[in-house]
């Protein structure tokens, strides 16, 4: 399939996960990628470069997004997929905690996506990718810090919408839930002690799954996100914008 042939697009978060695969997706649909993360991305595939973009650090992001336009000659699409999740009981809850997932996840979005705009309103076709997830809606327990930061990225993503819509800029967020990939296969390490798992119960997926996690629950592939990035990117998603689509495996249906 080459429907990005021609795109040029900047990936977040893209060593891992749903990114990494998100980048492979994009690239063997024709576009040259530049792939970043904060920590180094290991991928040869045809068309990606990568670079290292710490998408907290300020300096890191007007450096990296403009370093990356210089190197693919302009900007297309950018997708913000870099986001952590810590977790922990609310009322325990740090404000370093509470920061530091907030700025990874909602003020990273919003920094990467100030420095391209330039660029994507110069292409006369951008797109921006945000990542929320279902956790801005249900499911989440022990999660208020990522619940509120995901919630604030499809905020983010209709004010955008609307704000670039007559400048060629299509801004749609992705909400994914219950995919194998470095937060869920971690989950061990996040999730705090003496949690009710009762009230993770609408985690998990509906449609049948080959995958799981670590401790064996069903989770869906990270090429199932990356296919519907790739369409949102191309010109199949030319009249979608200012919208979630979810890709969960019906956790909520
Ligand atoms: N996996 C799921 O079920 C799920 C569900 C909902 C939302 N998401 C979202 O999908 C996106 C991709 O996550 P994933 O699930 O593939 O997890 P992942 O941990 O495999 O990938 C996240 C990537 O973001 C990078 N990253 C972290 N902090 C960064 C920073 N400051 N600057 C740049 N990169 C940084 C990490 O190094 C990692 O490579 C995230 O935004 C996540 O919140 C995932």
């Known amino acids: 399939m080459t429907r990005l042939r021609d795109r040029r697009i900047l990936v977040t978060g893209a060593a891992s996960g749903i990114g990494r695969a998100t980048v492979q997706r994009l690239a063997a649909e024709g576009a040259r990628v530049v792939a970043t993360d904060v920590s180094p991305v290991e991928l040869d595939d045809p068309g990606v470069e990568t670079a290292v973009l710490d998408v907290a650090d300020e300096e890191s992001v007007v450096a990296g997004v403009s370093a990356a336009v210089a190197r693919l000659g302009g900007l297309d699409v950018l997708v913000n997929?870099?986001?952590?999740?810590?977790?922990?009981?609310?009322?325990?809850?740090?404000?370093?905690?509470?920061?530091?997932?907030?700025?990874?996840?909602?003020?990273?979005?919003?920094?990467?996506?100030?420095?391209?705009l330039p660029a994507l309103i110069e292409s006369g076709r951008g797109v921006v990718v945000n990542f929320s997830s279902t956790s801005a809606s249900f499911a989440h327990p022990y999660m208020a810090a990522y619940a509120a930061s995901k919630g604030g990225i499809a905020a983010l993503t209709h004010s955008l919408a609307l704000e670039y819509s007559k400048r060629g800029v299509r801004v749609v967020s992705v909400a994914p839930g219950?995919?194998?990939?470095?937060?869920?296969?971690?989950?061990?390490?996040?999730?705090?002690?003496?949690?009710?798992?009762?009230?993770?119960?609408?985690?998990?997926?509906?449609?049948?799954?080959?995958?799981?996690?670590?401790?064996?629950?069903?989770?869906?592939?990270?090429?199932?996100?990356?296919?519907?990035?790739?369409?949102?990117?191309?010109?199949?998603?030319?009249?979608?914008?200012?919208?979630?689509?979810?890709?969960?495996?019906?956790?909520?249906?």
């Not at 810590?86 to 420095?115: C, I, K, M, Q």
């Open 81 to 116: 997929a870099a986001g952590i999740l810590e977790a922990a009981h609310t009322h325990e809850t740090s404000l370093e905690l509470w920061n530091r997932v907030l700025a990874v996840n909602l003020t990273g979005t919003f920094l990467v996506t100030r420095e391209a």
């Open 178 to 253: 219950s995919v194998k990939s470095g937060i869920t296969d971690n989950a061990d390490s996040w999730i705090p002690e003496g949690v009710d798992f009762s009230l993770f119960g609408k985690l998990l997926p509906i449609l049948p799954t080959d995958l799981t996690t670590p401790v064996g629950n069903p989770v869906g592939r990270p090429e199932a996100v990356a296919g519907v990035v790739a369409m949102l990117a191309s010109d199949d998603g030319e009249f979608i914008t200012g919208t979630e689509i979810r890709v969960d495996g019906g956790t909520h249906a």
